[in-house]
């Protein structure tokens, strides 16, 4: 029943590494997501993507890139990781709009947690 | 974009009937309201959503007054596993990223 998965739970990676995050979405949606959590800080959006080969920069986009080559599938890519970037990464997806007022929910992946040693 | 409101902690109990209320005094026409749950090391659940008065789904209500500034998510005789972080959401109806995510309202149901 899973929608939403991303490839690892839990993940340690040593700084200056290149680290890729994976998530794949089995509901056709058009838009994906891709949040950091941290405690206090709440849910960020680092980067968004609306279509295929699509990406629209977040609030927090500085360290991270994200590629969108097929719909069903966005990376979260951290050039050189660094250890600020220890955090929960968590993928979404949602439905386009159709322009009538409908909107959908987000439905989330179970999340990665990423420590940078 | 709206701000939320909401209280940092609830308590409740086995059974009752759990009412979480935010406030979003800026909500703009083409705002609507989402509420999501967290459990721990997981991913937030979309619960509810809706645009103005009253909105019911199989796991809650939304209440929603006439001038938008609050909503109220009720969760009828909650259980144990009720306990989660609840997130109130503003967004607007031509756009799917943009929305503010707030520290939601960690619900605590005891036995």
């Known amino acids: 029943d899973v929608k939403v998965t991303q490839s690892s739970r839990y993940l340690v990676k040593r700084t200056g590494e290149k680290v890729f995050l994976e998530c794949v979405q089995d509901?056709?949606?058009?838009?994906m997501f891709w949040y950091r959590q941290d405690p206090g800080l709440g849910l960020r959006l680092i980067y968004f993507?609306?279509?295929?080969?699509?990406?629209e920069k977040g609030d927090i986009p500085e360290g991270y890139s994200v590629s969108r080559e097929k719909k069903e599938r966005f990376s979260l890519i951290l050039e050189s990781a660094s250890t600020n970037q220890t955090s929960m990464y968590l993928c979404?997806?949602?439905?386009?709009?159709?322009?009538?007022?409908?909107?959908?929910?987000?439905?989330f992946g179970s999340g990665t947690r990423l420590t940078v040693v | 974009l709206a701000k939320t409101t909401q209280p940092i902690s609830m308590d409740s109990y086995e059974g009752q009937e759990v009412n979480i209320t935010c406030s979003h005094n800026?909500?703009?026409?083409?705002?609507?309201i989402t509420w999501y749950q967290q459990f721990p090391s997981q991913g937030p659940r979309f619960i509810i959503q809706?645009?103005?008065?009253?909105v019911t789904n199989e796991v809650a209500s939304l209440f929603i007054p006439a001038d938008r500034k609050s909503s109220t998510l009720s969760l009828p005789r909650v259980s144990l596993s009720d306990t989660a972080v609840y997130y109130c959401?503003?967004?607007?109806?031509?756009?799917?990223?943009?929305?503010?995510w707030g520290a939601g309202t960690k619900l605590i149901i005891k036995p």
């Open positions: 809706g645009y103005k008065t009253k």
């Open positions: 800026n909500i703009a026409t083409n705002d609507y």
């Open positions: 509901m056709d949606h058009e838009n």
């Open positions: 979404a997806s949602s439905l386009a709009q159709t322009g009538t007022g409908d909107h959908y929910g987000y439905t």
């Open positions: 959401l503003v967004g607007r109806m031509d756009s799917n990223y943009q929305l503010i």
């Open positions: 993507s609306y279509d295929v080969k699509m990406k």
